[in-house]
């Protein structure tokens, strides 16, 4: 599917492996903020039509453009979504292959952990797919002011 984030159309092909019971997603060019939302919105959307709560995204084809605020906003967009679509956002298992994990990611990590989701971003595909196939449910450490 080609969707439009950041004034230019962006390949992305989401579908739900019944086989394996996760949603997959691959992106090609640039992740923006709006194309990540693009494909939450038809993960969620898949999610809800398959009862399925496991999420792959493989980014590793990607250039990251996201921000540190886009980020941070992640968590509470998913909040929303999951309200829209019926899914308790918190039971979602969302796996994030990337070909370099930055600081943005282990903090997107933080923020997603703090908002009661399991998000986990790793370096490469079939390391996130073992994740979500696993039974871990690894939170990442909180992290608090003192």
Do not use: Y
Request: aromatic share 6%; proline share 3%.
């Amino acid at each position: 599917m080609l969707s439009k984030g950041g004034g230019q159309l962006m390949p992305h092909k989401t579908t739900f492996d019944d086989t394996a019971g996760i949603i997959m997603t691959h992106i090609d060019g640039i992740a923006d903020a709006a194309e990540i939302r693009s494909v939450l919105k038809e993960s969620a959307e898949l999610s809800a039509a398959n009862k399925c709560n496991r999420w792959l995204l493989d980014l590793t084809g990607a250039k990251d453009a996201m921000t540190t605020l886009d980020f941070f906003e992640l968590p509470k967009f998913m909040d929303g979504l999951g309200k829209t679509v019926g899914i308790p956002v918190h039971r979602i298992k969302i796996a994030v292959a990337a070909a370099v994990r930055t600081n943005e990611h282990l903090f997107a990590e933080m923020v997603s952990a703090n908002r009661g989701q399991n998000i986990r971003v790793f370096n490469n595909a079939p390391a996130a797919q073992a994740w979500l196939l696993s039974k871990e449910e690894k939170k990442v450490p909180v992290q608090r002011s003192r």
